[in-house]
């Protein structure tokens, strides 16, 4: 590790904790309390008292606004599927976030691996505390002058973002229900059909043999090494998924190796743990032990030998379906209330034991890893599984394909992950609130180092509509990661099934002109350890209004963007902090402009319209888009500059 000569940068330590892989620079600890902190030894919280102005922004992937003062955060990575304002747990855990009254600023990181609470405001509305469950914690305490620089000297400390093929800003398609190498071609030649640029097709759990990793259902699949071959000449990426829970089936080859080289997590007893998910009984692969997560990122082979080169690793918080253990407890159970008379309460207590299998806080504590030579009872380590998981297929990666760059994104993430992926933002809904959503956890995965980043487009869950998705396509031109894709039973949302055919074609046109742009701030904030997608506050520090805007956005140096995300709408308010040249496209080469002066603006945004703002003195570069990135002319471009 090399030493991190950041004067600004404070470590505390308190416990034992973990190197969980989430910093790369040292620190020398400083002994005591956290400056600004208070430490209650008896409850392990520490406490901070918020200032009138405070605003707080970070925290990754969580519910609610893009400043996080109001409500209560649990970092405990969950597969909940049901993103309402009120949860407190989504998939991800990001430890870090900023503290800003607009004057006085500070950061914190709270590196530590088990479930963590950050209640900002909640239960006393001037108190942020954080109080994690087992206070083995590195904590940090990071001071600058703007929240960009101490997110600068943050994300020094904790290493450089993944960066993806360039391929992998195209445009790709999903949805969980593909089943076979023709339903695959149907979805390449309906976007080909129409001219509506495609750069990856993303392969979900059906592809697989009966849900087993790194096979391919030959039936469905026939001749799949020239089956990706095919996709590749008409320019298409085929993406397959990747789960965490490995099937027990003798035979399995992934199981057997797993199995015989005892790289499974055990119960105490020294058993494998038998959990269930998509393949039935599964074992999971304890990612945290060095030689288990070499072996079964070697696994990736299988398919980059077969052309692949992208992959979505998903199920690792892990899900659990159930436990064979928790459910021989429940059937216990439920035979006990079988036997009595159930009052009322009775009954919700029964309802209760069944309705609370999946995902079942006691199951993560019936299992360990072999973590730094150490036996680790899960739930300790729990936020760690799929930032192991990722880490474990990207280093693989430089050994099985060592010149290819991988597209490689994760569910599951903790701080630390985004050097070796990015995320998806997993099972939200088709509604128009989870585009506001998008839109709002955008900065907070930003600042914690997920610059590859993105939402289901036209979201997951539920059934979509043509303006929801339009609305939604116009937002996810400016997300790196552009991906539609949606449940396995909900109503189908390819672009070319809805009638405005046209228009959508405009805007994933509009996204291709536009990614020598978006390439290029990706870069810088990869490289200068920056931020892709900013809230306006951090950019224009001196104006008040801007510390409460929550619907628009600064893509990369040059733009400010302000998304339609309602329903039935064809404008908006806007705010403008300085002079700008509105750009409304219809089209790359269809749209007009008109500088408008700092102030409130109501601006006109029909249904197929996108509302891109150019600041002072900068200029928009475009290129003529192409049916994929990899045929952009990103060296002759028009520009429009103000
Ligand atoms: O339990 O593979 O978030 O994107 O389509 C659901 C099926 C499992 C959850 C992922 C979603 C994926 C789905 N998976």
Same mark, same amino acid.
């Given at each position: 590790?090399?030493?991190?000569?950041?004067?600004?940068?404070?470590?505390?330590?308190?416990?034992?904790?973990?190197?969980?892989?989430?910093?790369?620079?040292?620190?020398?600890?400083?002994?005591?309390?956290?400056?600004?902190?208070?430490?209650?030894?008896?409850?392990?919280?520490?406490?901070?008292?918020?200032?009138?102005?405070?605003?707080?922004?970070?925290?990754?992937?969580?519910?609610?606004?893009?400043?996080?003062?109001?409500?209560?955060?649990?970092?405990?990575?969950?597969?909940?599927?049901?993103?309402d304002?009120?949860?407190?747990?989504?998939?991800?855990?990001?430890?870090?976030?900023?503290?800003?009254?607009?004057?006085?600023?500070?950061?914190?990181?709270?590196?530590?691996?088990?479930?963590?609470?950050?209640?900002?405001?909640?239960?006393?509305?001037?108190?942020?505390?954080?109080?994690?469950?087992?206070n083995?914690?590195?904590?940090?305490?990071?001071?600058?002058?703007?929240?960009?620089?101490?997110?600068?000297?943050?994300?020094?400390?904790?290493?450089?973002?993944?960066?993806?093929?360039?391929?992998?800003?195209?445009?790709?398609?999903?949805?969980?229900?593909?089943k076979?190498?023709?339903?695959?071609?149907?979805?390449?030649?309906?976007?080909?059909?129409?001219?509506?640029?495609?750069?990856?097709?993303?392969?979900?759990?059906?592809?697989?043999?009966?849900?087993?990793?790194?096979?391919?259902?030959?039936?469905?699949?026939?001749?799949?090494?020239?089956?990706?071959?095919?996709m590749?000449?008409?320019?298409?990426?085929?993406?397959?998924?990747?789960?965490?829970?490995?099937?027990?089936?003798?035979?399995?080859?992934?199981?057997?190796?797993?199995?015989?080289?005892?790289?499974?997590?055990?119960?105490?007893?020294?058993?494998?743990?038998?959990?269930?998910?998509?393949?039935?009984?599964?074992?999971?692969?304890?990612?945290?032990?060095?030689?288990a997560?070499?072996?079964?990122?070697?696994?990736?082979?299988?398919?980059?030998?077969?052309?692949?080169?992208?992959?979505?690793?998903?199920?690792?918080e892990?899900?659990?379906?159930?436990?064979?253990?928790?459910?021989?407890?429940?059937?216990?159970?439920?035979?006990?209330?079988?036997?009595?008379?159930?009052?009322?309460?009775?009954?919700?207590?029964?309802?209760d034991?069944?309705?609370?299998?999946?995902?079942?806080?006691?199951d993560?504590?019936?299992?360990?890893?072999?973590?730094?030579?150490?036996?680790?009872?899960?739930?300790?380590?729990?936020?760690?599984?799929?930032?192991?998981?990722?880490?474990?297929?990207?280093?693989?990666?430089?050994?099985?394909?060592?010149?290819?760059?991988?597209?490689?994104?994760?569910?599951?993430?903790?701080?630390?992950?985004?050097?070796?992926?990015?995320?998806?933002?997993?099972d939200?809904?088709?509604?128009?609130?989870?585009?506001?959503?998008?839109?709002?956890?955008?900065?907070?995965?930003?600042?914690?180092?997920?610059?590859?980043?993105?939402?289901?487009?036209?979201g997951?869950?539920?059934?979509?509509?043509?303006?929801?998705?339009?609305?939604?396509?116009?937002?996810?031109?400016?997300?790196?990661?552009?991906?539609?894709?949606?449940? $396995?039973? /909900?109503?189908?949302?390819?672009?070319? %099934?809805?009638? !405005? +055919? &046209?228009?959508? =074609?405009?805007?994933?046109?509009?996204?291709?002109?536009?990614?020598?742009?978006?390439?290029?701030?990706?870069?810088?904030?990869?490289?200068?350890?920056?931020?892709?997608?900013?809230?306006?506050?951090?950019?224009?520090?001196?104006?008040?209004?801007?510390?409460?805007?929550?619907?628009?956005?600064?893509?990369?140096?040059?733009?400010?963007?302000?998304?339609?995300?309602?329903?039935?709408?064809?404008?908006?308010?806007?705010?403008?902090?300085?002079?700008?040249?509105?750009v409304?496209?219809?089209?790359?080469?269809?749209?007009?402009?008109?500088?408008?002066?700092?102030?409130?603006?109501?601006?006109?945004?029909?249904?197929?319209?996108?509302?891109?703002?150019?600041?002072?003195?900068?200029?928009?570069? $475009?290129? /003529?888009p192409?049916?994929?990135?990899? %045929?952009?002319? !990103? +060296? &002759?471009?028009? =520009?429009?500059s103000?």
């Open positions: 590790m090399e030493y991190a000569h950041n004067k600004y940068i404070k470590k505390y330590e308190f416990g034992n904790p973990y190197d969980t892989g989430a910093v790369v620079a040292r620190i020398d600890k400083t002994a005591g309390i956290p400056d600004r902190f208070r430490f209650d030894a008896e409850t392990d919280t520490f406490s901070y008292t918020m200032k009138e102005k405070d605003m707080v922004f970070g925290l990754g992937e969580t519910v609610r606004g893009i400043n996080k003062r109001g409500w209560i955060y649990v970092s405990n990575n969950s597969d909940d599927p049901v993103h304002e009120n949860k407190t747990s989504l998939y991800a855990s990001q430890n870090f976030f900023v503290v800003d009254d607009g004057k006085d600023v500070f950061g914190v990181f709270i590196d530590n691996p088990g479930s963590v609470t950050f209640d900002i405001g909640y239960t006393d509305a001037n108190v942020l505390s954080i109080h994690p469950e087992y083995d914690t590195s904590f940090y305490v990071i001071e600058g002058a703007s929240p960009l620089e101490i997110i600068r000297s943050f994300r020094e400390l904790i290493g450089k973002s993944y960066i993806p093929p360039i391929w992998a800003f195209g445009y790709g398609q999903s949805r969980w229900g593909y076979t190498a023709g339903d695959i071609r149907e979805v390449a030649a309906g976007y080909k059909e129409l001219g509506i640029p495609l750069d990856m097709i993303y392969m979900d759990i059906d592809y697989m043999q009966d849900f087993k990793d790194f096979t391919i259902n030959p039936e469905r699949f026939p001749d799949f090494e020239n089956f990706v071959k095919e590749k000449t008409e320019g298409i990426h085929l993406v397959p998924i990747i789960d965490a829970g490995v099937k027990i089936e003798e035979g399995y080859d992934v199981y057997e190796e797993g199995k015989a080289n005892g790289y499974f997590c055990k119960k105490e007893n020294g058993e494998d743990l038998v959990a269930a998910v998509w393949p039935g009984k599964v074992h999971f692969p304890d990612f945290l032990n060095e030689e997560s070499r072996w079964f990122g070697e696994k990736y082979k299988v398919l980059t030998d077969a052309g692949i080169e992208g992959f979505w690793n998903d199920m690792n892990p899900a659990i379906f159930y436990t064979e253990d928790h459910l021989k407890e429940v059937f216990a159970q439920v035979k006990e209330f079988e036997q009595k008379e159930l009052d009322i309460w009775g009954f919700f207590d029964f309802k034991v069944v309705g609370s299998i999946a995902n079942n806080p006691e993560y504590r019936r299992f360990y890893h072999e973590f730094h030579g150490q036996k680790v009872r899960h739930d300790r380590v729990h936020n760690l599984y799929g930032f192991y998981m990722t880490k474990s297929a990207s280093e693989s990666f430089e050994k099985i394909c060592p010149d290819k760059q991988i597209l490689m994104f994760s569910r599951a993430s903790y701080t630390g992950m985004h050097r070796y992926g990015g995320v998806w933002t997993g939200n809904c088709s509604r128009w609130s989870h585009l506001l959503m998008n839109i709002q956890m955008m900065p907070g995965l930003n600042m914690n180092g997920f610059l590859y980043s993105g939402a289901d487009i036209g997951f869950g539920g059934n979509t509509t043509e303006d929801l998705m339009m609305r939604w396509v116009e937002f996810g031109i400016f997300t790196p990661l552009f991906r539609n894709h949606s449940a $396995l039973g /909900t109503r189908e949302q390819e672009l070319y %099934r809805f009638d !405005r +055919k &046209e228009d959508f =074609r405009h805007l994933i046109e509009l996204r291709y002109a536009l990614i020598p742009y978006i390439y290029e701030e990706f870069i810088k904030a990869a490289e200068h350890n920056g931020m892709y997608m900013m809230p306006l506050s951090f950019v224009y520090r001196e104006d008040e209004r801007c510390r409460e805007i929550e619907d628009q956005l600064l893509a990369g140096e040059a733009l400010m963007i302000a998304p339609v995300y309602e329903q039935n709408k064809t404008g908006r308010y806007v705010y403008l902090p300085e002079a700008m040249r509105l409304r496209f219809r089209a790359y080469n269809d749209y007009d402009t008109e500088v408008l002066p700092k102030g409130d603006h109501y601006i006109k945004a029909a249904l197929n319209e996108v509302l891109v703002f150019l600041r002072p003195g900068k200029e928009l570069p $475009l290129a /003529t192409a049916r994929q990135v990899d %045929r952009i002319n !990103r +060296k &002759e471009l028009q =520009r429009i103000f």
